[in-house]
């Protein structure tokens, strides 16, 4: 697709307060951002309307066409937000779409939730023939549809949030290998579920410091087996999804200064999660195995240099240490992950 715009904005200050347009174009990508908002009181409240769409054609150069368009309406308390569309010469046309909502309560409450669509395209080994398998011209993405819930409560005239989410995710159409001899290929049979709740914890106690904290419980389920009919088959009917946790948390807190200053620590639990094994020559079986839970801990520090030159005020020393405590842990049986980690580098604002 051809347009005759090249980094094109129009502004419009009719009726709205805020009303435009944005287009940009880098040829053969271009994004297209369409944004108004309107501010109007409703009785003794205001509301707000927020909309986004998101649209991508998808050549043989996987050209991406994007639209945003956000609408306002006074205060935060109502969100819309859709959809994505991806066309591919490969395996056709799909769309997606996300819509969410908040709503303000009495009593420092907010209620909120949200439901969208996501696809996974088959990887390069599961779309083409391979020394295993053969091309299946009808395999198509894997599709998700999910949707969450929640309420929050402002503590203490907003210093905390404390808020609670259930969600719930379906996914069908999940591609597995099917053996035939010589025309072993991939196909799409599966269908498999993830839901949970999450609670989490937000304080803001002073100017600059702020801190945060949560907690999932999940919970996965294969709804429709695959091929493979196993107890040991990745997806096995019954059994969970591998490499999930039950049980995570996350704790965080950041201290920043108006001169640009931040530090920032943040503590990250993984539970056990169920796993297989695969062992090579000569046995070639398949074990399963549970992975330890791990905990990691990473630091962040963003430092301004114009203390010793004014003449690079926009420049920023980075530091980020990855795993400080060195945990050993694995992510997929059979295969380590990267110990302690300390990266530099310098990041410029203008």
Known sequence: MDLPIDNQ???HASDVIDDHITIERNDPRFRIDFHFANMTAIGEGRRRLEGCLLVQTLLETRQPLALQRERKLGDADLALRSHDKELTGTFGDFGTYRLSASRILPAAFRVRGSIGT????PSFFE???TPFSVANPDLRPEHTTSWEAGLEHELASGIATLGATYFHQRFVDLIDYRFDGATSRYENIALARAAGTEVELRVAPVRGVS????YTWLDTKVLHAGFDPTPLAVLAQGGPLLRRPKHS???GL???LASGFALTARATYVGK????LFHGAPTYDTEAVTLDPYT???LSLALPLRALWTGIAPVALTLRADNVTGTRYQSVAGYATPGRMILAGLRASF
């Open 249 to 251: 948390a996350s704790a």
């Open 273 to 276: 999660r169920a796993d297989h």
């Open 118 to 121: 996501a696809f996974r395209e």
């Open 211 to 214: 801190g945060d904290a949560s």
């Open 254 to 256: 950041r201290y920043d």
């Open 296 to 298: 990691k801990l990473d």
């Open 127 to 129: 779309s083409f023939d």
């Open 9 to 11: 904005r129009i502004d």
